[in-house]
């Protein structure tokens, strides 16, 4: 019997999040929220988290980082240049700790 052929996983790749990248990072955003939320919130309420929204917040969020904070956002892209993964936080635990929470006000 022969061995199952495995296929090759494509290259992944990290960097941090720019500007131009807020509407791949909406898209994502939007859909994982409606899937995770859907039968959990009213319907009006998902409804009202749009791509169009959500491209102005990281829009602003990634021009205009908050003074002081040491969050950042990064991306991982697989292959020809798919968006397929965002990972948003500190850089470093210890403001994590310092706050208490890992929430962000205003975040989403």
Known sequence: MAAPEIPQAAA???R???PEDAAAIAAIH?????EAYSGLL?????AALTVEVRQAWWAQ????PEPGTDE??????RGRGRLTEVAYGWRDLAPLAAAGSGARPGGG
Request: net charge neutral.
């Open 12 to 14: 992944v790749t990290v």
């Open 16 to 18: 941090p999040a720019r």
């Open 30 to 34: 939007v859909t994982a929220w409606q």
């Open 42 to 46: 009213p319907p009006e309420m998902i």
């Open 61 to 64: 969020v990634l021009s205009s």
């Open 72 to 77: 950042t956002v990064y991306l991982a892209i």
